[in-house]
């Protein structure tokens, strides 16, 4: 009995130190914080396409120019009676301005540099597209067309992200168009190029790190050029007198729609 006694009682102490001693150690450490993926990084040089549609708004300027002479109806006629014509020098007489509207479809590249500070984006944009057929006027006295051959843009670009993948922003500077008039009847066309100004936005998003989708809206506006004189049957005596046309187009309101792809290559991973 005293045997026994005396192994219970020694087990009892020695539980009761193994207790003490757990009781004395450190708590256990929190769990490992949840690792979660990096977010987008936005700083960086990137390139990419277009594709969207253009609509102009605008108006065509004609200065019809007739031979000097007695004009009585000033309509650049001098075959009715009491009329007459020297057959040497010009004078021009305004016939317009007349609504050249349409749309058309353009495409081509896009390519620039973001900055990011925060959920701040700023950059510099650069883009060159291809056009055709966009506007045109046709009743009973005229029948114009007017294709855009090009147009190319540089714009600055401030944008917020809604969130790390999302960007909303907006952009505007200088912009450049160059034409082609067409006189449909005659056939005969000229080119020229219109320097303007671009504004607009619209929103990206980053599908992965590299790859990411736009959409945007622009408002562009061109200053005037003179394109050139149509003469489809310009006379040499004063009985058959027609009158040729120095064309004017006057570039003001141009809408452009369009998306785009890019591919970024982000400077965290250079």
């Known amino acids: 009995m005293n045997t026994r006694t005396s192994l219970l009682a020694l087990a009892a102490i020695m539980f009761a ?11 256990p450490p929190p769990p490992a914080p949840e690792i979660r993926p990096a977010a987008t990084d936005w700083t ?22 007739v031979e000097n002479g007695t004009d009585l109806n000033n309509d650049g006629d001098f075959t009715d009676p009491g ?18 509207n349409g749309c058309g479809i353009h495409g081509g590249f896009v ?53 790390d993948k999302t960007l909303f922003y907006v952009t505007g500077g200088a912009g450049w168009l160059r034409g082609e008039a067409i006189d449909v009847a005659s056939g005969t066309s000229f080119e020229n190029t219109h320097p303007g100004y671009i504004i607009g936005g619209g929103v990206e998003h980053a599908l992965t790190e590299n790859l990411h989708l736009r959409a945007e809206y622009l408002f562009s506006s061109y200053k005037e050029k003179t394109y ?43």
């Open 44 to 65: 960086g040089p990137y390139v990419g396409a277009l594709l969207g549609g253009t609509c102009m708004d605008t108006t065509n300027t004609t200065l019809d120019t």
């Open 228 to 270: 050139g004189t149509f003469c489809a049957a310009c006379a040499t005596d004063g009985n058959s007198q027609t009158a040729a046309v120095d064309v004017k187009e006057k570039m003001e309101n141009f809408h452009t729609f369009r998306a785009g792809i890019t591919w970024n290559f982000p400077v965290s991973t250079w």
């Open 111 to 163: 390519a620039g540099f973001n900055y990011q500070i925060d959920n701040m984006v700023f950059g510099i944009e650069g883009d060159w597209t291809w056009g055709g057929k966009t506007g045109e006027h046709n009743d009973d006295n005229e029948h114009d067309r007017f294709d855009i051959k090009w147009m190319a843009s540089i714009r600055a670009r401030l944008g917020v992200l809604a969130t």
């Open 17 to 27: 130190g193994s207790a003490a001693q757990a009781a004395d150690l450190a708590p």
């Open 83 to 100: 009329e007459s014509w020297d057959g040497t020098s010009t004078q021009q007489l305004t016939a317009g301005p007349y609504d050249l």
